[in-house]
Structures are given as C-alpha cells and as structure tokens.
C-alpha cells in the first residue's frame, strides 16, 4: 500500500515531467519561429553588392546552396525558364573581367554564375529568372559569400560576351553575370528605407 506522502511526491513529479516537456516543446517552437522571421530578414537587411574578393576558393557545397535557392524563385506559371552555368575557371573569368567594363571585379572572383533564362520555355524568363538572383544575392549574403549582379540583358554588346563564354545555345539569354567569392573588406549595406516612396490608398504626388 503507498503511503500519503508519496503518492503525493509521484504526483508532483509527473507534474514536473509535463511541465517540462511542454516547455522544451510547445514555447520553443514559437521562439524559433521568430527567431527564423528575424534571420530572413536580417539577411535582407545585410546584403550589399561587394566586388573585392579573397583569392580562398568557394566551397562546392556553398555552390550548391547558391543554385538550390537560385531554383527556389517563384516563377510565372511555374516554368522554372532558368539555366545556371557556373564559371570557376581562372582564365574564363579573367578573359570575361577584360572584355565586360562593368564587371571588372571577375578578374578578383575565384567563381560567377551566369543567371539566364531560356525564351522558349516562357516569354517573361527575365523577371522569373531577376528572382532566381536576388535569391543567389541573397544566399551569398547568409553563406557569409560577397555577390553583386552585374547587367548582361538587355545589352547586346555585354549579352554577346556571355553567351560567347559561356557557350549558350541561341535560345538561352544570359540575364546577369553574378561574381562571387569572399569578401575582402567591409561593404556595409545602405540603408534605402524613404517614406515618401509609399503612397496608401493613392498615389501621392
Ligand atoms: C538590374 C541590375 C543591374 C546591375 N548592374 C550592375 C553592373 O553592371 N555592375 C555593377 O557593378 N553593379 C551592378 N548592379 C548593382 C547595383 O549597382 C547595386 O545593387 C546598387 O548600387 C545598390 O547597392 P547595393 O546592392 O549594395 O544595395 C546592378 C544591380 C541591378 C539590380
């Protein structure tokens, strides 16, 4: 037969045990919640175009995270028109850096990616594929990688230069050339943030 007193000890110890659980359980999955909700944007908040970089090469398994979340764009129709070629050839890069004056900063990068997007597959491939690189631009910043976009679309001039080194086939249209690698420096993020860009309910002038 069990005494009064512990009975009443198992009772208060199983009361323990449930508070316990719901407190490694039930709180901390809000906590993480917003603990994700703020790393998002904080990354957001973070990036900034860097274009000097240290010579220590990207990582294959960064690589792969820049283009799993390059994939995870939206797109229009969900066409998904994107193609990614990845440049980490030295000379490749060099030879691109002499020929396009606005990315220049190639010839410091150890890798780029070359954002295009197949006009066959949909008419709009620019805007699904403009998402694909913010992603990578964004995925750079978290991966703790410098990026910045450099225009080749809708110059034809620069456009050419990509397509001849990057090989692509005639449908396939290269949006941007991304340069990317370690960031040696310390580009800080502007901070872009103006009121009177936001109008309610009308536009105001
Ligand atoms: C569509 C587009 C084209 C761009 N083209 C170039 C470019 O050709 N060369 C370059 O150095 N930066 C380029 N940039 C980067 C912008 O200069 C940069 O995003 C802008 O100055 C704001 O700075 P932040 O990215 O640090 O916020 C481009 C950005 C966008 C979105």
């Not at 799993?68 to 030295?90: H, L, N, Q, Y």
């Amino acid at each position: 037969m069990m005494k009064a007193g512990s009975f009443y000890g198992l009772i208060m110890g199983a009361l323990l045990v449930s508070s316990l659980q719901m407190a490694c359980t039930t709180e901390p999955k809000q906590d993480v919640a917003v603990l994700k909700q703020q790393g998002v944007l904080e990354n957001i908040f973070q990036r900034k175009s860097v274009r000097d970089y240290t010579s220590q090469p990207v990582e294959e398994e960064k690589i792969n995270t820049l283009l799993k979340a390059a994939m995870a764009a939206p797109s229009g129709k969900d066409r998904r028109p994107w193609e990614f070629v990845v440049i980490t050839e030295r000379a490749i890069l060099d030879s691109m850096a002499a020929e396009l004056g606005n990315a220049r900063m190639l010839a410091k990068a150890p890798l780029a990616i070359v954002v295009c997007g197949d006009s066959t597959v949909s008419s709009y491939w620019y805007l699904d594929c403009t998402a694909a690189g913010q992603n990578i631009l964004l995925a750079a910043e978290a991966l703790g990688l410098g990026a910045v976009w450099t225009a080749s679309y809708p110059y034809a001039d620069r456009m050419e230069v990509a397509r001849r080194y990057a090989r692509l086939p005639e449908n396939v249209l290269p949006l941007c050339v991304i340069p990317i690698g370690y960031p040696s420096g310390d580009t800080q993020p502007k901070d872009k943030f103006n009121e009177a860009k936001i109008h309610r309910n009308t536009f105001r002038q």
